[in-house]
């Protein structure tokens, strides 16, 4: 594809701006929190899903204004066997998530060891039931926006800028999207760096977005449900039902 300026110009924002903005305005947000403000936690939410939107929405704009192809960016799916391997390797990937975190929330063992694993990210997860349901948007929001910002816009405009290869571009997209969580400590960039390569694989076998969007918006989903379960220490027995001073029935498979 043919570079303009403002592809410079917004990778610069995604790749040094937004990180180092994010990691200081959500590290001082989330002292505020962990010092008892707690109602921050919500407001943060909503910022996420605000700004994600925001710079997903103005990304395309700009592209399809530039008269660029919906598939250049991963929006059209195409056919062939190695797609539907793809898609194979992401429903198979959701299917044992599913059944790791329906396990992990049936035992109060592991909720307690998860709880300590969760450690300094337990100020972004939720731990009422109005922020569980918040953080469900929050999961969808970034697994489309996200998805539509790293692996398809950012992906393409590295391989255009470096004359790279797209297994090589998916490589630094997923570095830079390790960066872009160096809020979450030393140990969060190497961890969401993996999980952008995995999303980036699956977009590579499919050529589109659309399967690591599901898995992108499962795996925070799956979190924030067993944060949620960790922070009140109640695990959902084997009916399938979990009581709590917020709610009675089934709310947590929801």
């Excluded at 060891?113 to 929001?141: Q, W």
């Excluded at 692996?151 to 872009?180: D, E, K, N, Q, T």
């Excluded at 140990?187 to 399967?211: C, D, E, H, N, Q």
């Amino acid at each position: 594809m043919t570079l303009h300026l403002i592809d410079h110009i917004a990778f610069a924002l995604l790749a040094v701006v937004f990180p180092i903005w994010d990691f200081f305005a959500i590290r001082k947000r989330a002292a505020l929190i962990r010092a008892g403000r707690t109602e921050l936690r919500m407001r943060l939410y909503r910022k996420i899903i605000g700004w994600e939107w925001m710079i997903a929405i103005v990304l395309l704009a700009g592209w399809f204004l530039l008269g660029r192809e919906g598939a250049a960016i991963g929006l059209v799916p195409r056919g062939g066997s190695l797609p539907w391997a793809g898609y194979g390797l992401a429903a198979v990937f959701s299917v044992l998530l599913l059944i790791q975190a329906w396990s992990i929330l049936r035992n109060p063992k592991s909720l307690a060891s998860m709880r300590d694993k969760f450690g300094a990210l337990t100020f972004i997860l939720p731990h009422t039931l109005k922020e569980r349901r918040t953080f469900d948007a929050v999961s969808v929001t970034a697994g489309v926006c996200e998805e539509v910002i790293y692996r398809g816009y950012l992906i393409a405009y590295l391989m255009a800028v470096l004359g790279a290869p797209f297994w090589v571009a998916a490589v630094l997209s997923s570095i830079v999207f390790g960066f872009a969580h160096a809020y979450q400590g030393p140990s969060g960039i190497p961890r969401t760096a993996a999980v952008g390569g995995l999303m980036a694989l699956l977009y590579g076998l499919t050529g589109s977005l659309w399967a690591p969007i599901v898995v992108h918006a499962l795996v925070d989903i799956t979190s924030g449900r067993i944060a949620y379960a960790a922070s009140t220490g109640i695990a959902a027995p084997s009916s399938g039902t979990i009581q709590t001073g917020e709610e009675a029935v089934g709310d947590l498979g929801s």
